[in-house]
């Protein structure tokens, strides 16, 4: 059998030689804000072959979805070869094992890759990962990073992060602070920058999204996906404008508790899908949105004894309609599990009949946020939920279907719905009344 070279019959391309360099020279945290076809996973599947035979250790290839990682990267055809991409970074003379329904192998040398999502990432069993290349981060929901990055931290392992910009989320954030930091690398190109596309294709891609979107959103889904613009809007978002708007009205900053008025919390109840809770004051005119926390795979007595080691004086919790059925874990609905475990004056929101009474609550979401102060440091997650929240997207009848599309986004957005729609109705009721009407730091 020939001799096989790791990387196979494979070298970066002059502009994937930094972020290559950097992971070669020993580098450990690489964000790459590359546009659409500049070889972002080839460089990845390829980094993570070279690792593999230097480490010994299990190695993550992770999709947004556990779903969609079949697709986009297991079956994945090199266009220009017309070999599987899997084959081509790991060629069948340096495997042991090839489990085609769990997309795992096996080296020879003992180390293992796997292709998972990060929307089950809790779930994952076997030895801790020493390498992840997170693809399409900007989409992926930002707790895996914050669950997996004491293991790499532990053992001393890699982490890079794959993605066009989806607006200015989690993945812009991390792309900031890695072109500031001296331990990280961070890079961003746009397609005017590596030749992968002349000008003709280009103004092709952008004719030709205009047309299947729309003027609006074509535009942005261009610069989105060929220029690395974080400033394009989200296709579909329901809530982008506005907090673009907040952002420029500085209502997202430091928002400090105001210990003269009580605190409500609005809930996303959820086991195998995240828990969100908001936390929010009414303050004379003022709407304060100065807390959120999020969890998954948690009874409610955690989120409950949470509440309780917050320094907050609560008015009152407000579950959605289904805090009054059973769970599969007690027999005793939500409400009540969460009144023996301590809280009191809980409410049950109304739940939404239709596709027509979930658009009512989205607008009622769309008014608080035109309104409201929030936390910019406490309500990060929160906040990155409500701009990644949007339209399902119907890609055969080339329009938006008549319901969100329901992703890691949608806990923290159905949860501030639930806040938005009986805020006003409860708060008023319990809130201490002001001394004095205070005039804030955001014109109210």
Not at 333 to 344: D, F, S, V
Not at 399 to 408: F, G
Request: aromatic letters at 12%; proline letters at 4%; one cysteine or more.
């Amino acid at each position: 059998m020939p001799e096989v070279t790791i990387p196979n019959n494979w070298a970066p391309r002059g502009y994937q030689c930094n972020v290559w360099d950097y992971l070669e020279n020993g580098g450990k945290r690489a964000v790459a804000a590359w546009h659409r076809r500049a070889g972002k996973d080839d460089v990845a599947l390829h980094w993570a072959a070279v690792s593999a035979f230097e480490k010994v250790g299990t190695y993550w290839h992770m999709l947004p979805e556990a779903s969609q990682a079949r697709k986009a990267i297991w079956n994945a055809v090199n266009p220009h070869t017309g070999i599987r991409r899997i084959d081509e970074a790991f060629p069948l003379a340096i495997r042991d094992t090839t489990l085609n329904n769990e997309m795992f192998i096996r080296f020879k040398n003992g180390s293992t890759w796997q292709v998972v999502g990060s929307d089950n990432f809790h779930s994952l069993v076997g030895a801790p990962p020493v390498g992840i290349v997170f693809s399409e981060w900007a989409r992926a929901n930002p707790s895996a990073w914050a669950y997996l990055r004491p293991i790499l931290a532990e053992n001393g392992g890699w982490a890079f992060f794959i993605s066009t910009f989806y607006g200015r989320n989690h993945h812009y954030d991390m792309q900031v602070n890695a072109e500031a930091w001296d331990d990280w690398f961070g890079e961003r190109l746009s397609a005017e920058n590596t030749e992968v596309f002349s000008k003709e294709q280009l103004e092709q891609e952008r004719r030709e999204l205009i047309a299947e979107h729309g003027e609006h959103d074509g535009d942005m889904l261009y610069r989105q996906e060929y220029l690395s613009d974080p400033m394009a809007s989200i296709k579909g978002s329901y809530f982008g404008a506005e907090l673009n708007a907040a952002e420029e009205d500085n209502r997202i900053t430091t928002v400090p508790y105001e210990r003269e008025s009580l605190v409500w919390t609005a809930w996303d109840l959820g086991l195998d899908d995240e828990t969100a809770i908001w936390f929010a004051q009414v303050v004379g005119r003022e709407y304060r949105i100065i807390d959120y926390v999020v969890g998954r795979n948690e009874d409610l007595t955690h989120y409950a004894a949470e509440l309780v080691g917050k320094p907050y004086a609560y008015g009152g919790v407000i579950l959605p309609h289904d805090g009054a059925a059973s769970t599969i874990l007690s027999k005793d609905n939500a409400k009540t599990q969460l009144e023996k475990a301590g809280l009191k004056n809980i409410h049950i929101a109304a739940r939404p009949q239709n596709a027509q009474a979930k658009m009512i609550q989205i607008n009622e979401a769309r008014k608080l946020i035109t309104k409201a102060a929030f936390d910019k440091e406490r309500c990060k997650y929160g906040i990155d939920a409500l701009r990644n929240y949007k339209r399902d997207w119907d890609d055969k009848k080339k329009t938006y279907k008549d319901r969100p599309e329901h992703d890691w986004a949608s806990h923290g957005a159905d949860a501030f719905r639930v806040l938005a729609c009986n805020l006003n109705k409860l708060a008023p009721i319990s809130k201490p009344q002001p001394k004095k009407r205070r005039r804030s730091a955001w014109g109210a």
